[in-house]
């Protein structure tokens, strides 16, 4: 499902370590919400046969994007297996981005200081994912935008029901989610009535 920018989703499902099956129950389960964007991480056991189904199977509902993805290669495999998107919890160079850019891929690479911000902005990133968010706090998110205008940013690391409100509030546009959103027990028993209580219960706490 290629989406623009200005249609990203807020909120992102971020899935590491899962197998195929249990992200097959997640899967299922998003696609009844209001949450439509996940993310498979790259250093998932059998990632790319992982990250190839969900396109294949989930791809004209959800908007399916790769995390963890921190090179060149993994960045060519994953847009080559149908990404929407490609996440990473450090920089991307200007080659990488530009990849990106021509593929027609949305770009989330990740910083933690204004100057990275700043550089990946400059470089043609999309969104910045700021990582880890609970380091820097909802409070950064504000502060920077003083100086520097509004930015598309991303919070992303120790971002959860109880807390996510304060980002969107200090001024992330978006937000992943990863062991907040949903219980691993729900996950490895298939509950899958278990994990439509907790996104039930994250849409109401965030306003979805």
Known sequence: MKVTLEHFPKVTSILRGYTLDEV???????????????????????????????????GDRLVVGA?????????????????????????????????????????VPGALSPSEVQEQFRWGADIVKVFPAVVAGPIFFKQLAGPMGHQPLMAVGGVNAQNAKEYLAAGADFL???????????????????????LRAFEAVVGL
Not at 45 to 55: E, F, L, Q, S
Not at 79 to 103: N, R
Not at 178 to 198: A, H, I
């Open 24 to 58: 097959d129950t997640i899967l299922e389960v998003l696609c009844e919400s209001s949450i439509r964007s996940v993310e498979i991480t790259y250093n998932t056991p059998n990632a790319g046969a992982i990250i190839r189904h969900a396109v294949e199977a989930y």
């Open 67 to 107: 995390g963890t993805v921190t090179t060149m290669k993994a960045l060519k495999e994953v847009i080559e297996a149908g990404v929407d998107f490609v996440l990473s919890p450090t920089i991307y160079t200007e080659e990488m981005l530009t990849y990106c850019k021509d593929h027609g891929v949305i770009s």
């Open 176 to 198: 992943g989610i990863g062991s907040g959103m949903f219980s691993k027990t729900d996950v490895t028993e298939g509950n899958k009535e278990g994990l439509r209580e907790s």
